[in-house]
């Protein structure tokens, strides 16, 4: 506010899909790992997961400067999820076999 005057802009429209975006991102994320959830509780058996790690230099640099931590065999390294489809399948359409398969789920429970 200048001189009492509200100078505030309405959210725009792409304000507005831009927030409904981040918040599907932040719905569907692990707690566990961070990851999108529909990857890491899918049952479809032809998603794969392998752990890559990334080195680090400023990490490993670190690491060695600390005296008070144990020195570890490969300082650096962090392990990190990386999911592929063993049958090339694109990555994103497990998301949608991923909620069918939950809504399947909550329709049997219902029946029970």
């Known amino acids: 506010m200048i001189l009492g005057a509200d100078n505030r802009k309405a959210y725009s429209d ?3 899909l831009l927030l409904q975006a ?5 719905n569907e994320k692990c707690p566990q790992h961070g990851g999108p959830r529909w990857m890491c509780d899918h049952t479809d058996q032809s998603l794969r997961l392998r752990i890559d790690d990334d ?3 400023v990490k ?11 020195k570890k065999d490969e300082p650096g390294v962090m392990l990190r ?4 489809s063993a049958d090339g399948r ?3 359409t497990y998301r949608a076999t991923y909620y069918e398969q939950k809504a399947r789920e909550a329709a049997e429970d219902a029946d029970d």
């Open 90 to 92: 694109d990555l994103s």
């Open 60 to 70: 490993a640099e670190l690491e060695e400067r600390e005296k008070s931590r144990a």
């Open 14 to 16: 792409m304000d507005v």
């Open 22 to 26: 981040y918040q599907t991102i932040q």
């Open 81 to 84: 999820p990386v999911f592929y």
């Open 55 to 57: 080195y680090c230099y």
